[in-house]
């Protein structure tokens, strides 16, 4: 008996995990973490990243260094970005800034092919400046001839190579390049109707080739797919926090908190659509790219000005790209939009205290002290209208309203300004 519970005693201690041989920093999720927080690959490669980034940004890093992210993201990612997509964004991250011109004296032919990938060097001014060192050679003396052959093959290999990106490009940041590279694996849909693609970055327009034929298009170039639903666009930028967060293009302590003021906090309180909020990011990451040196995910939306600006411009743009089925329906009061369609409410809801702040009218079921349609509620449960006075009042233009803190039958207005319909001009 006490050599059979010594047996099963040694079983279970050989079946049971080492709970402090897992990495407390991925929890055995980490490829090829061994268990220690110092060598796990989600610490190691992603601060290595980051640095890269930070490097960048400084204007001391190439496009030859290398962005990691094998080990730190999931398969559906490192699909979409293999090492060729991997070069394309450090070739965008460490492009020349503010204007500086790339200066190929003294560079290698792996730094300015580099430049070239990038945009901050033309193949034909890459072509004229080895033209121009080819005709320095002397080739009276055999250094001189080497130093002919060897930049020859440069000229040769630069005929064949790709052409780079288009310095001319619409956008050429990297946070819009990730997500339409993001997009056209979740939004791919073939059975939305609309065309919703928009190219953000063009074939470059070098010359055709020797043989005839153009040379490849460029490898920034990626059509941004917009999103079919709210939950299509929240895995869309799931995916893209995470790929941020992990290649070192953005830490998630500035990337989400912005993402909230841009997107999910007027999403969620009722003030935009998410088709405008959608819309409304690609225009702020369309700011930050143009002007890097200005702004940035950090100060974008708080100090740049001009909010309302923007989501109208979201708005006309989302109304464009999108079908009117994705939008809320605007307008009116419950009371006259229960009659628009027929007396059809879809059931009520009684109780309801949450409501949009930001609406302009004032609920009626709410002064009424009767249940809500249901049609008049958001997503999240949240009456579309304001919980205020709905008093029609004559001193505030067409359609006045008291919206005071109180129910109609408290309202205190001047009596002399109340009306009993709204003012129509």
């Not at 962005?67 to 070069?87: E, H, M, T, W, Y």
């Not at 288009?166 to 993001?182: E, Q, W, Y």
């Not at 059931?347 to 949009?356: A, D, M, T």
């Amino acid at each position: 008996m006490l050599s059979f519970t010594i047996l099963v005693l040694f079983s279970v201690l050989l079946l049971t995990p080492t709970v402090g041989a897992v990495c407390s920093v991925c929890f055995g999720q980490g490829v090829g973490c061994d268990g220690t927080e110092a060598k796990c690959p989600w610490n190691t490669d992603v601060s290595a990243n980051f640095e890269f980034v930070r490097n960048a940004l400084a204007g001391t890093a190439t496009a030859a260094t290398a962005v990691k992210i094998a080990k730190v993201v999931p398969l559906r990612l490192r699909r979409i970005f293999d090492n060729q997509v991997l070069g394309t964004i450090c070739a965008i991250v460490t492009k020349v800034r503010n204007g500086a011109n790339f200066d190929p004296v003294g560079k290698t032919y792996k730094q300015i092919h580099s430049a070239i990938e990038r945009g901050d060097f033309s193949k034909r001014e890459a072509k004229m400046h080895f033209v121009g060192l080819l005709e320095e050679c002397d080739v009276s003396t055999p250094e001189g001839v080497i130093k002919a052959k060897v930049i020859e093959q440069h000229l040769s290999i630069l005929k064949e190579s790709p052409n780079g990106a288009n310095p001319d490009a619409s956008s050429r940041g990297a946070f819009i390049f990730v997500l339409a590279k993001i997009s056209n694996v979740v939004c791919k849909v073939k059975e939305v109707g609309a065309t919703l693609e928009e190219c953000f970055e063009c074939d470059d327009d070098e010359a055709q080739s020797s043989s005839g034929s153009r040379s490849s298009p460029s490898k920034a170039k990626v059509n941004l797919v917009r999103p079919k639903s709210f939950g299509n666009m929240v895995m869309l930028l799931n995916d893209f926090v995470l790929f941020c967060a992990a290649s070192g293009l953005a830490s998630p302590l500035l990337l989400c908190p912005f993402l909230a003021d841009v997107v999910f906090l007027p999403i969620s309180e009722g003030t935009l659509d998410w088709p405008v909020a959608f819309e409304l990011l690609i225009i702020y990451l369309q700011q930050i790219e143009a002007q890097p040196e200005i702004w940035h995910l950090g100060n974008v939306y708080a100090q740049s000005g001009a909010i309302d600006v923007r989501r109208r411009e979201a708005d006309i743009v989302a109304r464009a790209k999108y079908s009117s089925t994705f939008f809320r329906t605007r307008g009116g009061n419950p009371q006259d939009d229960s009659k628009r369609n027929g007396g059809d409410h879809g059931g009520s809801v009684k109780n309801v205290q949450l409501f949009n702040a930001s609406a302009t009218k004032a609920c009626i079921s709410w002064n009424d002290d009767t249940p809500h349609w249901a049609k008049h509620l958001d997503s999240n449960g949240r009456c579309r209208f304001l919980h205020a006075c709905s008093q029609w009042v004559t001193d505030k233009g067409k359609n006045g309203q008291c919206l005071g803190p109180h129910k109609r039958k408290e309202c205190d207005y001047n009596e002399a300004k109340k009306c009993k319909a709204p003012v129509k001009d």
